[in-house]
C-alpha cells in the first residue's frame, strides 16, 4: 500500500515591495510569522505593525494597567528583531474585541495609511483545526481585516477617512492569514529562523507566565517543531505557511 501524497506548498508571491500585518495582540505574529517577516525585510521590504489590543489582559499576575505598557514595549523590542520599525496600536479592549463596522474602520484606516500590496493576519476561523478553538480576538481581528482591505478600496464605505486625509487604497493584492489549518503558500524560514527564536524571546514576561520551562528551549522547540512540520510540504525547508487570498 503506497504512502497518500503529500499536498506541497507554493512559494509565497514575491513582488511586491510594502506588507502591513494585523493581529490582536502583541506575540500573535512570533508564533510562527516572525520568520517570515525577518525574510521579507532582509530582501528590502517594507512590513509594518497594528496590533488591535496591547494584550493587557494576558497575563494572570499583572493587573492590566502595568500589562498593557510592558506588553507594547516587548512588542516593540520583538519587531526590530526582525527589521520592523513601525508598530501601533489600536487600543481595542483585549478579551472583548469586536467584530463589527468599528474594527474594520480602524483597519482600512492602517491599510490607507500604509497602502501596502500584502497584508498579513491570523486564523480568523474558530478553531485551529479539529476541535482545538480559537480565540474570540483572533478571530474578530483576522475577519475584519479581510473584509477591511476591501472597505480601504472603497471611497464611500467610511467616508469619514477620506475627510480625515486618507484617500482609498484599493493595492492589497493579497491577504495571506497565518495558522490557517488550510496554508496554500509559505515562505522559506531558513534564514529566519534563529531571529524568530529571538523574537518570540523578548515577550519573556508572557513566555515566563505561560510555562515552566526554560524560555529559549521552549521559543526554539515550538518554533523549529512548526517550521519542520511546514517543511514537509515544501521542500523539506523549513518554512512558514499561509493561506493566501487574491483580491
Not at 468599528?102 to 500590496?117: F, K, N, Q, T, V
Not at 522559506?188 to 518570540?200: F, M, P, Q
Request: proline share 6%; with cysteine; aromatic share 8%.
Amino acid at each position: 500500500m503506497t504512502e497518500p501524497t503529500i499536498s506541497q506548498l507554493q512559494p509565497m508571491p514575491d513582488d511586491w515591495q510594502r506588507a502591513l500585518a494585523v493581529v490582536a495582540h502583541p506575540d500573535d505574529l512570533e508564533y510562527g510569522c516572525a520568520a517570515a517577516i525577518a525574510a521579507w525585510t532582509d530582501a528590502g521590504r517594507e512590513v509594518s505593525y497594528v496590533l488591535a489590543t496591547r494584550g493587557e489582559a494576558g497575563i494572570d499576575t499583572l493587573d492590566p494597567a502595568r500589562c498593557g505598557p510592558l506588553r507594547e514595549r516587548e512588542q516593540r523590542a520583538s519587531a526590530a528583531v526582525v527589521g520592523v520599525s513601525e508598530v501601533a496600536f489600536l487600543d481595542h479592549a483585549d478579551g472583548v474585541i469586536e467584530y463589527g463596522p468599528a474594527l474594520r474602520r480602524d483597519i482600512a484606516a492602517a491599510i490607507r495609511r500604509h497602502r501596502p500590496e500584502l497584508v498579513v493576519t491570523l486564523n480568523h476561523r474558530d478553531t485551529w483545526g479539529g476541535t482545538a478553538w480559537n480565540s474570540p480576538d483572533h478571530r474578530a481581528v483576522g475577519r475584519a481585516t479581510l473584509d477591511a482591505a476591501g472597505d480601504a478600496g472603497n471611497r464611500w464605505i467610511f467616508p469619514e477617512l477620506t475627510e480625515q486625509g486618507l484617500e482609498p487604497w484599493d493595492g492589497v493584492r493579497w491577504v495571506a492569514v497565518a495558522g490557517s489549518d488550510s496554508p496554500t503558500h509559505a515562505v522559506d524560514a531558513t534564514a529566519g529562523l534563529e531571529r524568530a527564536v529571538r523574537s518570540l524571546l523578548e515577550h519573556r514576561t508572557y513566555i515566563e507566565a505561560l510555562t515552566d520551562e526554560d524560555p529559549e528551549t521552549y521559543a526554539r522547540t515550538l518554533l523549529t517543531g512548526f517550521a519542520e512540520e511546514t517543511g514537509k510540504r515544501f521542500g523539506n525547508r523549513p518554512a512558514v505557511a499561509f493561506e493566501l487570498f487574491p483580491r
